[in-house]
């Protein structure tokens, strides 16, 4: 659940997994420890087009 519900999950529990050699993987694949780059870049790139759209709309606080 933790992998698709929550990004951040998947950028920090299986690279900890892989180096710390608990191969319990919880029937996923262990090819999902190389999309985290990929996962990475993908939530930046997110997280850059949000925040450009709420500065771009900002008007200021008040007067």
């Known amino acids: 659940m933790l ?24 029937g996923f694949s262990p090819l999902l420890i190389y999309f985290t780059p990929l996962v990475a870049l993908l939530l930046v790139s997110v997280t850059y087009f949000v925040w450009t759209k709420g500065i771009n709309a900002y008007k200021g606080a008040g007067t």
Not at 11 to 26: C, E, H, K, M
Request: proline share 8%; net charge negative.
């Open 3 to 26: 992998t698709f519900v929550l990004p951040v999950a998947f950028i920090s529990y299986y690279p900890s997994s892989f180096l710390l050699d608990n191969r319990t993987d919880g």
